[in-house]
T-cell receptor, first 112, second 113 residues
Framework: ELKVEQNPLFLSMQEGKNYTIYCNYS?????LYWYRQDPGKSLESLFV?????AVKQEGRLMASLDTKARLSTLHITAAVHDLSATYFC????????????FGEGTQLTVNP | EAQVTQNPRYLITVTGKKLTVTCSQN?????MSWYRQDPGLGLRQIYY???????DKGDVPEGYKVSRKEKRNFPLILESPSPNQTSLYFC????????????FGSGTRLTVV
């Protein structure tokens, strides 16, 4: 059974600081997704990572994937208040078709 | 506009009264899924479908049914809702190309009393 664990679950940081959210998954996976969710809203796709060593960047967010370590990271650079949201990683195992397992989510608060 | 449309957005119902939450996508996606989101438990997959007439159970399928008679529609049916099915439900779809992530609907907040 695929398990996905994120840490930290809660993160409070100051504007301008850097931080990393970690996502560990338990079995071999062929894809890793990062999503953002604002309170009361739906999920917005941020990144799709498909291969070992994949790195993608969008604005102040950068995601990477290490399939050997079964680890993905979401790095936040010079945080701003608008990044406050809950971030989820999700993984699908090999030949799992449409099955997707989500982490518990990291609630990020960026304080002025 | 490419989107996944769920209806209704909010629903309050009574225990045992059958209900259907509709989901429709206009992107010609093969894959569709239903999730429920509960505080402290994150998102859990209920059912998924890889194409028309092809569905399979996710992690928490008990108490739910689905059907995929047309590619664009994937309704979620609660034959006899119970209070423990009170939750926020999301429908999502994606193409067969893994390069793209799932597109999520706006969500349906269901309360069963």
């Amino acid at each position: 059974e695929l398990k996905v664990e994120q840490n930290p679950l809660f993160l409070s940081m100051q504007e301008g600081k850097n931080y990393t959210i970690y996502c560990n998954y338990s079995t071999t996976s062929d894809r890793l997704y990062w999503y953002r969710q604002d309170p009361g809203k739906s999920l917005e796709s941020l990144f799709v990572l498909l291969s070992n060593g994949a790195v993608k960047q969008e604005g102040r967010l950068m995601a990477s994937l290490d399939t050997k370590a079964r680890l993905s990271t979401l790095h936040i650079t010079a945080a701003v208040h608008d990044l406050s949201a809950t971030y989820f990683c999700a993984s699908g195992g090999w030949a799992s078709g449409s099955r997707l397992t989500f982490g518990e989510g990291t609630q990020l608060t960026v304080n002025p | 506009e490419a989107q996944v449309t769920q209806n209704p957005r909010y629903l309050i119902t009574v225990t045992g009264k059958k209900l259907t939450v509709t989901c429709s996508q206009n992107m010609n996606h093969e894959y569709m899924s239903w999730y429920r989101q509960d505080p402290g438990l994150g998102l859990r997959q209920i059912y998924y479908s890889m194409n028309v007439e092809v569905t399979d159970k996710g992690d928490v399928p008990e108490g739910y049914k689905v059907s995929r008679k047309e590619k664009r529609n994937f309704p979620l049916i609660l034959e006899s809702p119970s209070p423990n099915q009170t939750s926020l439900y999301f429908c999502a779809s994606r193409s067969g190309d893994r390069v793209y992530g799932y597109t999520f609907g706006s969500g349906t907040r269901l309360t069963v009393v």
